[in-house]
């Protein structure tokens, strides 16, 4: 029965394991490790009332060991993340803020999905994908390959001063504290929270310099502050919770510990922790434990019964605590990040949180052994109240110092629209990066190589570069996406009428219908194709040259759908085309390098009533003279032919009426080797009979001169 009950609870059938672990308890008698597979199945299938009532038997006929708690943890990190959707939505709009460590970034950043991280962040964190937007990482990181945002570090620096300084000291005493002079530590943590007052970081780590030194109530002290600095952080919670854990406030850790794991359910030391801790309230303590009777005072039978039977009541769960205040452990994680989202008030963010401000008084009688202990207990309540005051994200911003000219582009000039950052740590504006490339595959500044990067086709705007031009100039920037809009329209209304140009590729005859892959390597062409994909046209002509100059091109020409495109790791491409419209060339331009044209759309004449029967007499005929020449190719003849135009057309029910003719007579021209000129004749032409004799007179030819 027993392994019966364990492959159920290995298949996730939690209902079905328990339902067998209770009928072999009843069967067979209790022992622990009845009572506990009988436990996990109940924390798993999330019935915790359950869950710890049976817990508690299994302690009662057992040694157990905080490890064995994995399932009920699991259970419990289940049950809080799934109700706490708001992390979906964390800091999306934070501009200057580090999505790992929720500071001012440190020497930013920017990774392939456009976000941006401390360096030293993204390089201990072990998550495979972006914190904010779930996009894979290419883990291990090498330092080297990192190079700071040249643009946001020049700001940062310049806007946040103090803060910036702040950062230099902070990193000097994580240094100190890992040689273990903590006191020495807990002085530059001090010098730096004058300068940096708001900054979470700081009071995390002297938080965590107390705590090496036993000051636990300090720790716990700290630990608040930066959980109503920061709600949305997971380390906040994790800090608080070890802080309470040493000062023997179980019930209140194990809601911190839940707190971080909610926000971040890879924290491991988290989960340790949670484990110890739930360990220590289902435990019975000796008798000889000071904390004994304190203990047993919380966790008396009618009371423990009444906690799991009430499957965690917050008011049962944790009776130090205000009923308002508790009752945020599965929602408190939702309701501060919106408060969070609130923080962003670019520039103007001025206000302090009060630290002291009492905002869930409890009215529960508290135990504790002296009046200090009190106190202390009475402050550690105080989860801050969501809403209860106006907490701004980013530090104060001097005017003086903001200015466009910072976040020019230094290939156009203007202000940076859609910024990407290189690897090399540079910021352009994305058009004018690829147009630079098209040319050269190094950084226009630093000459470093971006062959990697041109390989990855990588155009995901900088996040935070973007962020700040939304919101220190929203007017600059406003017109600027005008500006590069209005140029999207105007290459979008190329061939609309014979007043927009169109663009023209100078290199071989193309035919309606018939595939026309192109090995698109020059810079003016890498731009052509690149317009006509972002404008959405997915089109331009194509002509032949017919005299020495580049501008001398055909007076006739063929329109090109691309069908796809695939790009070389050099910024090479390989471009699908499949014919479209016959043009008629109206007047010649330039744009970008490239030729355009006005021109006007072709369609050939209709057939008159009193020569259908004749045409279509003249399609059979041309059309059995075509199949007959295919025929009578070799088979590698024919399968060159194959791989480059496809298989050889079918007949159509419209032949007479289409506005091109049939398919099939534009393969065979395209086909047959003929001259440039003579197939140039044949598509500039708008009578179907015309091309139809032409084709039985070449056709005729080359059968004489194979026989």
């Known amino acids: 029965m027993v392994d019966l009950a364990r492959q159920a609870f290995e298949t996730n059938n939690f209902d079905l394991a328990a339902e067998i672990y209770d009928r072999t308890i009843r069967e067979h008698g209790p022992s622990a490790e009845l009572y506990f597979g009988l436990a996990d199945s109940y924390a798993r299938a999330g019935n915790f009332r359950r869950a710890f009532d049976t817990y508690s038997k299994a302690f009662r006929y057992g040694k157990i060991v905080p490890d064995q708690l994995e399932h009920l943890v699991t259970a419990l990190i289940k049950t809080v993340a799934m109700e706490s959707p708001a992390k979906l939505t964390l800091n999306k709009n934070v501009i200057f803020t580090c999505l790992i460590c929720r500071n001012l970034l440190r020497e930013p950043v920017t990774i392939r999905c456009g976000h941006s991280f ?24 090498r330092a080297s390959q990192l190079k700071c945002n040249v643009l946001l570090a020049t700001v940062i620096d310049k806007w946040f001063p103090s803060e910036y300084r702040a950062a230099r000291l902070k990193t000097e005493a994580n240094a100190i504290f890992e040689k273990e002079k903590f006191d ?8 730096a929270i004058k300068l940096a007052p708001r900054d979470h970081i700081l009071l995390s780590n002297r938080s965590r310099a107390y705590a090496a030194l036993n000051k636990f109530k300090k720790a716990l002290e700290d630990a608040e502050k930066v959980v109503m600095l920061r709600p949305d952080w997971p380390k906040g919670y994790f800090r608080k919770g070890s802080a309470l854990y040493e000062l023997g406030h179980y019930e209140e850790a194990v809601v911190a510990m839940l707190q971080c794991l909610s926000l971040d359910t890879s ?3 988290a989960k340790v922790l949670l484990s110890k801790t739930l360990h220590k309230i289902l435990s ?14 919380h966790l008396n039978p009618s009371l423990f019964d009444r906690l799991i039977q009430s499957n965690f009541n917050p008011g049962l769960l944790l009776p130090h605590i205000s009923t308002a205040t508790v009752d945020q452990l599965k929602q408190i994680i939702g309701d501060t990040v919106s408060t969070a989202a609130n923080f962003i008030d670019g520039p103007n963010a001025d206000s302090r949180p009060d630290f002291q401000q009492k905002t869930n008084d409890s009215t529960e009688e508290q135990a504790s052994t002296s009046q200090e202990n009190h106190e202390l207990h009475r402050k550690s309540e105080k989860i801050p109240c969501v809403g209860s005051s106006q907490i701004k994200e980013s530090p104060n911003v001097d005017s003086s110092l903001v200015s466009k000219e910072d976040f020019e582009c230094s290939l156009c000039y203007r202000l940076l629209y859609q910024p990407v950052t290189t690897p090399c740590g540079h910021t352009f504006c994305c058009q004018c990066l690829y147009r630079c490339l098209d040319h050269c595959a190094d950084c226009p500044l630093c000459k470093s190589s971006l062959v990697q990067y041109l390989a990855e086709r990588r155009q995901t705007v900088t996040q935070s570069v973007e962020g700040i031009l939304e919101n220190y100039f929203p007017e600059a920037y406003s017109e600027r996406r005008k500006n590069h809009e209005d140029e999207m329209v105007e290459l979008a209304s190329m061939g609309v009428d014979k007043q927009h140009d169109i663009p023209i590729f100078v290199c071989t005859l193309a035919f309606p219908k018939v595939p026309c892959p192109l090995h698109i390597f020059e810079p003016r062409y890498r731009l052509m194709v690149r317009q006509c994909m972002e404008s959405g046209t997915r089109q331009f002509g194509m002509c032949i040259c017919v005299g020495e100059a580049e501008e001398d091109f055909s007076d006739y020409g063929c329109m090109l759908e691309i069908r796809d495109v695939r790009y070389f790791p050099d910024g090479r491409s390989l471009v699908d085309c499949i014919g479209g419209k016959r043009f008629r060339v109206l007047s010649k331009g330039k744009r970008d390098g490239y030729n355009t044209a006005k021109v006007e759309y072709m369609m050939d004449n209709p057939v008159k009533e009193n020569e259908i029967q004749e045409m279509t007499s003249l399609l059979n005929k041309v059309y059995d003279m075509c199949k007959n020449w295919i025929d009578s190719l070799s088979s590698s003849q024919k399968q060159q032919i194959l791989n480059h135009f496809g298989e050889y057309p079918g007949r159509e029910p419209d032949e007479l009426t289409a506005a091109n003719g049939p398919m099939w007579q534009w393969w065979m021209i395209a086909v047959l080797p003929l001259q440039p000129s003579i197939q140039l004749t044949l598509l500039s032409t708008s009578r179907l009979k015309k091309r139809l004799l032409g084709l039985r007179q070449i056709l005729g030819f080359l059968n004489s001169k194979n026989n």
């Open 118 to 141: 401390c360096r030293n962040c993204i390089l201990r964190d072990q998550k495979e994908t972006c914190r904010n937007c779930e996009t894979l990482i290419d883990r291990p990181l």
């Open 184 to 191: 020495t530590a807990i002085e530059l943590y001090n010098e």
């Open 267 to 269: 924290v491991s030391t």
């Open 284 to 297: 019975l303590l000796p008798p000889d434990d000071p904390k004994s009777v304190d203990l047993q005072k």
